[in-house]
T-cell receptor
Framework: AQSVTQPDIHITVSEGASLELRCNYSYGATPYLFWYVQSPGQGLQLLLKYFSGDTLVQGIKGFEAEFKRSQSSFNLRKPSVHWSDAAEYFCAVGETNNDMRFGAGTRLTVKP | GAGVSQSPSNKVTEKGKDVELRCDPISGHTALYWYRQSLGQGLEFLIYFQGNSAPDKSGLPSDRFSAERTGGSVSTLTIQRTQQEDSAVYLC?????????????FGEGSWLTVV
């Protein structure tokens, strides 16, 4: 059965430090991969998505993610975190939109 | 509208009562989705509408849950005889064309608390 795992429930980083949020998936076919961010009181916003091609994907707000088929991973990275990046981050995988599976989320806290 | 609009934003209801949650998708979007987000959990798919096709109801957790989409636009999610475990954020989303890989845009959600 397809599934998404975000191993880290909560991560705290200092402002200006680098960030990596982990996402592992189990999926039978080649999946579509997404990262969404949910800021307090706001809906989910798409950060980036991977369908095919270059396995390093650039997104909005300076985020990037790398698809590694051999590791079944799609980790989200940012070289320098800003205080405004504090939010909940969700990884999602799927083949079709109505077959999307979301991870439980990783809550990011940014220390000044 | 500019984004997906949901109402009410917050709803407190008594156990056993029925509730209706409304979603107004982005204009022109043919696909509409309902998800549920429980505390500390990821998003759980509930139902998917695409154009005039029969909806995919495979994610509805019980027959107390139903949804309809009128005129290919506004959707209503109805929960009958609410239970405390129904307490969650109900998220609506829409996309321009259903199927593989199209970007889904989410509303801000309807927070449901069953007391």
């Amino acid at each position: 059965a397809q599934s998404v795992t975000q191993p880290d429930i909560h991560i705290t980083v200092s402002e200006g430090a680098s960030l990596e949020l982990r996402c592992n998936y189990s999926y039978g076919a080649t999946p579509y991969l997404f990262w969404y961010v949910q800021s307090p009181g706001q809906g989910l916003q798409l950060l980036l998505k991977y369908f095919s091609g270059d396995t390093l994907v650039q997104g909005i707000k300076g985020f990037e993610a790398e698809f590694k088929r051999s590791q079944s991973s799609f980790n989200l990275r940012k070289p320098s975190v800003h205080w405004s990046d504090a939010a909940e981050y969700f990884c999602a995988v799927g083949e079709t939109n109505n077959d999307m599976r979301f991870g439980a989320g990783t809550r990011l806290t940014v220390k000044p | 509208g500019a984004g997906v609009s949901q109402s009410p934003s917050n709803k407190v209801t008594e156990k056993g009562k029925d509730v209706e949650l409304r979603c107004d998708p982005i204009s022109g979007h043919t696909a509409l989705y309902w998800y549920r987000q429980s505390l500390g959990q990821g998003l759980e798919f509930l139902i998917y509408f695409q154009g005039n096709s029969a909806p995919d109801k495979s994610g509805l957790p019980s027959d107390r849950f139903s949804a309809e989409r009128t005129g290919g636009s506004v959707s209503t999610l109805t929960i009958q005889r609410t239970q405390q475990e129904d307490s969650a954020v109900y998220l609506c989303a829409s996309s321009q064309i259903g199927g593989s890989g199209n970007t889904i845009y989410f509303g801000e959600g309807s927070w449901l608390t069953v007391v």
